[in-house]
């Protein structure tokens, strides 16, 4: 009865898991000083068409730029036991860069004295586009709006500042200054 018991939550966890739009990890930190993922939940080859015996090698995918602080939050988050929570790009061969939130904490230490972080992470690449192309837009705008040769002043319903071309206030510092600040 036990054992049965066992199965089905065991089937359940693996039901569960592979059907979330997202991965669920532990991350070890051996005592011996080595570290990598424990586990990795199978839904990883859907959201980011690797094996989990592939992503088992995720160092390998992460992208150049996000490697150094990466490496620097690992760290931190095994020196104080602190949650690790990051967005960062990896490449992924086919598939090209994909953007990922990742996120975990401090789960248990092992009777061997490794450390045991559970975290999950998903894909955050339609998101992270959306956002590029907002920032874009944005900037086109404030490279019309700073050419006119007029005052410009942009307010909020609460009448703070949102934009200020260089011809309402000349002096940079004091214009990034007064976005946010009310009239």
Known sequence: AIEKELEQRVQQFNSLSG???GVLYEYEFRK?????????????????????EQFREFGTYIHPDDLGKIILKNKQSKEN????????????????????????????????GNIVFTGFMMDITERKTVEHKIE?????????????????????NSHRYLFLNPMAVKDDELRTWMIGKKD
């Open 19 to 21: 059907n979330i739009p």
């Open 32 to 52: 011996d000083g080595t570290e990598g993922l424990k586990y990795v939940s199978d839904s990883v080859e859907k959201v980011f068409g690797l094996t989990a």
């Open 81 to 112: 036991l602190s949650s690790f929570t990051d967005e960062a790009r990896l490449v992924v061969p086919g598939k090209g860069i994909i953007w990922h939130s990742i996120s975990s904490s401090y789960s248990y230490t092992t009777e061997d």
């Open 136 to 156: 874009e837009q944005k900037k086109f705008y404030e490279q019309i709006l700073n050419n006119i040769p007029s005052d410009i002043a942009v307010f909020d």
